[in-house]
């Protein structure tokens, strides 16, 4: 019995440290992230459409790349740090909604320090 116990602990130890690996590891590459790219890990478009596009086709909120990066995509930094203003949530997703992963928001904020470039071909 102890040791299935011990066995089973090993185990859940060993999993949860492989998913800290991986979360690392795609955290690491955020700075070769682009709007569209081959590796769905480095694309931001790719996050909008899994996070944000469902909820913004339903309402007629277009998020395309020419609107987000709009005055430096100065909002969408605004609402993945949750300081928007003048809008009925500061945050995005709003609350109550899947939020966005810290590897996720850090492939953003990277992004748009980068100046936000489109593609691997730097377009
Ligand atoms: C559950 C629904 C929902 C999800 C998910 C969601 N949004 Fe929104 N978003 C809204 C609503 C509703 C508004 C309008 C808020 C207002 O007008 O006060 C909005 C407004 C915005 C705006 C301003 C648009 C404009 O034309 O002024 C931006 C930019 C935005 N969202 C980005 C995002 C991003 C980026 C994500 C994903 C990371 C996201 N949203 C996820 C519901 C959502």
Same mark, same amino acid.
């Given at each position: 019995?102890?040791?299935?116990? %011990?066995?089973?602990?090993?185990? @859940? %130890? %060993?999993?949860?440290?492989?998913?800290?690996?991986? =979360? $690392? !590891?795609?955290?690491?590459?955020?700075?070769?992230?682009?709007?569209?790219?081959? =590796?769905?890990?480095?694309?931001?478009?790719?996050?909008?459409?899994?996070?944000?596009?469902?909820?913004?086709?339903?309402?007629? @909120?277009?998020?395309?790349?020419? $609107?987000?990066?709009?005055?430096?995509?100065?909002?969408?930094?605004?609402?993945?740090?949750? *300081?928007?203003?003048? !809008?009925? !949530?500061? &945050?995005?997703?709003?609350?109550?909604? #899947?939020?966005?992963?810290?590897?996720? #928001?850090?492939?953003?904020?990277?992004? &748009?320090? *980068? *100046?936000?470039?489109?593609?691997?071909?730097?377009?």
């Amino acid at each position: 019995m102890k040791k299935s116990i %011990f066995l089973f602990t090993m185990i @859940l %130890f %060993f999993s949860c440290t492989n998913e800290n690996e991986e =979360d $690392l !590891y795609s955290c690491l590459d955020s700075d070769s992230v682009t709007w569209e790219h081959s =590796d769905l890990n480095r694309s931001i478009s790719h996050i909008i459409d899994i996070k944000c596009a469902s909820c913004h086709t339903d309402i007629g @909120l277009d998020l395309s790349y020419n $609107l987000l990066t709009l005055n430096n995509a100065e909002l969408l930094k605004n609402f993945i740090t949750g *300081n928007a203003v003048g !809008y009925s !949530y500061s &945050i995005m997703p709003p609350p109550g909604s #899947e939020p966005l992963t810290s590897c996720e #928001e850090e492939k953003i904020i990277n992004w &748009i320090n *980068n *100046n936000f470039p489109f593609d691997e071909n730097n377009r």
